[in-house]
């Protein structure tokens, strides 16, 4: 199946993105760990890195999951994918699971008793790609979730460049108002703080309980 117009825009922006990757996420590494640590994971626990790039948390998740428990993940570039896979390679990591596939039809192999969304923007404002990540976690696991969001509306101007600091990235580099918010739909005792004088933000929360399946009349 070819993939979705905004799919297709991020995976061709994540192309050239790719190679220098590592290098650019590293003054945002600080914000990385604390969503990783609001998850709060024991050893033995499943963890879901969910649009996981090259896999530069893949490390932080299995120092708190230990040698029993598992790191899940999926990546739909290509280019960031292959990254991934040789950092698990080069480190002979046996306990992380991941594919090369969107997150509106990913297909995890068990459920996750925890999901971080590290800067997946596009991830996070795709109501069926989130519907379809929380259709696979545990009711109650925990979720933390952190990224880019506009300034204050007061600041005006400033979130021109929130935008464009977006926008390469981003296939859909508006809406980023509230843009944990279908996340957090998903999710009971949700909070949410502001970052970055106001230009990031961080939340975390727990699953709710997935709503019931209906039931088909039978004729
Ligand atoms: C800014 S990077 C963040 C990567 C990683 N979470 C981190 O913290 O470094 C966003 C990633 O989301 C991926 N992505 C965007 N849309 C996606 C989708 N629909 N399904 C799977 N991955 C997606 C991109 O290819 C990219 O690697």
Not at 16 to 31: G, H, I, K, W
Not at 192 to 205: E, R
Request: contains cysteine; hydrophobic residues 45%.
């Amino acid at each position: 199946m070819n993939p979705a117009p905004d799919n297709e825009l991020s995976i061709r922006r994540y192309r050239q993105r790719a190679v220098n990757y590592d290098e650019s996420a590293q003054f945002t590494m600080p914000l990385r760990r604390r969503a990783i640590a609001l998850l709060r994971l024991a050893p033995g626990q499943v963890v879901l890195d969910v649009g996981a790039g090259t896999g530069l948390s893949y490390e932080l998740l299995r120092n708190e999951v230990g040698p029993q428990g598992r790191v899940l993940a999926f990546e739909q570039s290509p280019e960031m994918f292959a990254q991934a896979q040789a950092r698990v390679a080069g480190a002979g990591w046996t306990n992380v699971w991941h594919a090369n596939v969107p997150a509106e039809t990913v297909v995890l192999p068990q459920a996750a008793d925890a999901v971080l969304f590290n800067y997946v923007h596009d991830i996070s404002r795709t109501p069926a790609a989130v519907a379809c990540i929380m259709r696979q976690v545990k009711p109650g696991a925990r979720v933390a979730i952190a990224g880019m969001k506009f300034f204050p509306w007061w600041t005006g101007p400033l979130n021109l460049l929130a935008w464009l600091k977006n926008r390469p990235y981003n296939a859909r580099a508006a809406d980023l108002w509230r843009p944990w918010d279908i996340v957090e739909s998903h999710c009971q005792a949700f909070e949410w703080q502001s970052t970055q004088f106001g230009m990031g933000y961080i939340g975390h929360g727990t699953a709710a309980a997935h709503p019931p399946t209906r039931l088909r009349r039978l004729p």
